[in-house]
Antibody, heavy 121, light 107 residues
Framework: EVQLVESGGGLVQPGGSLRLSCAAS????????INWVRQAPGKGLEWVSY????????YYADFVKGRFTISRDNAKNSVYLQMNSLRDEDTAVYYC??????????????WGQGTLVTVSS | SYEVTQPFSVSVALGQTARITCGGN??????VHWYQQKPGQAPVMIIY???SRPSGIPERFSGSNSGDTATLTISRAQAGDEADYYC??????????FGGGTKLTVL
């Protein structure tokens, strides 16, 4: 069974840092790219960052460039999102999602349950 | 940057057909994917590459894409179809782009 499990969310003050983790199981992790997608309370889905299977390609949404860093450890079947200089508007549920090749390499066929990040003083 | 637009809400009578649109400049030249999200749950992919259904998704869900509009069609709407629906594309400059989401109400 394919599973993606996020962790690391919590309450943090503005300007603080958090590191999110996405642990994968049930599939050959090394052959899949992963996206982080977030959803602010009561709002829609918003893409955050992408990392390819081999880590050779990384993309960020403009609003996180210079603040967030995506990485992966294929030996641990995990993807990470290091979030620095957090702002109130970063408050959201953060999902990791698998990117399969069969859809052209840009859809998301499995999602984690999400981890809530709350930025507040 | 590339943008896609969806209606904020769509209503459909029980058993009838609902259509949710996703508009974008020449979106017909892109792969469009659709997700269903129920309250408190993660999104679920229901259509990929315009009109393909993942395993386990009912045939009542279908998709099309041409010109500047992609459409998700839900036939014989059921109460359990009430959810938020999001379209998504990939753009070479904006990367992953989601529509704002459409709330489907089944009357």
């Amino acid at each position: 069974e394919v599973q993606l499990v996020e962790s690391g969310g919590g309450l943090v003050q503005p300007g603080g840092s958090l590191r999110l983790s996405c642990a994968a199981s049930g599939f050959t992790f090394t052959t899949y790219s992963i996206n982080w997608v977030r959803q602010a309370p009561g709002k829609g889905l918003e893409w955050v960052s992408y990392i390819s299977s081999s880590t050779t390609t990384i993309y960020y949404a403009d609003f996180v460039k210079g603040r967030f860093t995506i990485s992966r450890d294929n030996a641990k079947n995990s993807v990470y999102l290091q979030m620095n200089s957090l702002r109130d508007e970063d408050t959201a549920v953060y999902y990791c999602a698998r990117v399969p090749v069969y859809c052209g390499g840009d859809c998301h066929d499995y999602w984690g349950q999400g981890t809530l990040v709350t930025v507040s003083s | 940057s590339y943008e896609v637009t969806q209606p904020f809400s769509v209503s459909v009578a029980l058993g009838q057909t609902a259509r949710i649109t996703c508009g974008g400049n020449k979106i017909g030249s892109k792969n469009v994917h659709w997700y269903q999200q129920k309250p408190g749950q993660a999104p679920v992919m229901i259509i990929y590459r315009d009109s393909s259904r993942p395993s386990g998704i009912p045939e009542r869900f279908s998709g099309s894409n041409s010109g500047d509009t992609a459409t998700l069609t839900i036939s014989r709407a059921q109460a359990g179809d009430e959810a938020d629906y999001y379209c998504q594309v990939w753009d070479s400059k904006t990367y992953v782009v989601f529509g704002g989401g459409t709330k489907l109400t089944v009357l």
